[in-house]
């Protein structure tokens, strides 16, 4: 790190923005027109091939700003991370990965096989420590919640 140059970012991060930060109703209007979407997307590529400077900013952006409109109503979605996002997909394979190593290294012996495609996990662990690893599961965090099918004599398999 002594080698390194400090370098200026476009957006600073002890910045917050306040109610009187927001667009008029007239600029709603105009921004409702723009593809916020799509911007943001471009951004995100630019950032991570050749303008790491502007990754705080675009993610910020990207995680702050999700307004959608539904039956002619404008809302802002205030938790999570949007659907359609160019950092959700990413944001959420980080946390699962997490989860992953978090739940193998606190039950080592208790879980067998341990296997998780995108959001579905599939567990073969010691028939007494099933409710506890649900339980220690679903007490990561409490936005994410765990669902369990417990399979006696044959495995579930969705096609």
Same mark, same amino acid.
Not at 26 to 35: D, M, N, R, T
Not at 50 to 69: E, G, M
Not at 71 to 89: E, H, T, V
């Given at each position: %790190? =002594?080698?390194?140059?400090?370098?200026?970012?476009? %957006? =600073?991060?002890?910045?917050?923005?306040? *109610?009187?930060?927001?667009?008029?109703?007239?600029?709603? @209007? *105009?921004?409702?027109?723009?593809?916020?979407? @799509?911007?943001?997307?471009?951004? %995100?590529? &630019?950032?991570?091939?050749?303008?790491? =400077?502007?990754?705080? &900013?675009?993610?910020?952006?990207?995680?702050?700003?999700?307004?959608?409109?539904?039956?002619?109503?404008?809302?802002?979605?205030?938790?999570?991370?949007?659907?359609?996002?160019?950092?959700?997909?990413?944001?959420? @394979?980080?946390?699962?990965?997490?989860?992953?190593?978090?739940?193998?290294?606190?039950?080592?012996?208790?879980?067998?096989?341990?296997?998780?495609?995108?959001? =579905?996990?599939?567990?073969?662990?010691? &028939?007494? *420590?099933?409710?506890?690893?649900?339980?220690?599961?679903?007490?990561?965090?409490?936005?994410?919640?765990?669902?369990? @099918?417990?399979? *006696?004599?044959?495995?579930?398999?969705?096609?």
């Amino acid at each position: %790190m =002594d080698d390194c140059i400090p370098a200026s970012v476009p %957006m =600073d991060p002890s910045v917050i923005l306040t *109610k009187q930060d927001c667009p008029t109703p007239e600029q709603k @209007e *105009k921004l409702h027109k723009f593809p916020f979407r @799509e911007a943001i997307g471009s951004l %995100m590529f &630019a950032s991570c091939v050749s303008r790491p =400077d502007i990754t705080y &900013a675009v993610s910020h952006l990207s995680l702050k700003s999700n307004i959608f409109n539904f039956n002619s109503q404008s809302f802002k979605q205030i938790k999570g991370s949007p659907m359609g996002s160019p950092l959700s997909s990413p944001l959420a @394979e980080i946390v699962m990965n997490t989860i992953d190593k978090w739940i193998t290294t606190q039950f080592p012996t208790d879980i067998i096989i341990y296997k998780r495609y995108i959001d =579905d996990i599939f567990c073969i662990c010691t &028939a007494n *420590k099933v409710n506890h690893i649900l339980k220690s599961l679903n007490n990561y965090h409490p936005r994410i919640k765990f669902t369990i @099918e417990v399979e *006696k004599n044959n495995i579930n398999y969705h096609s």
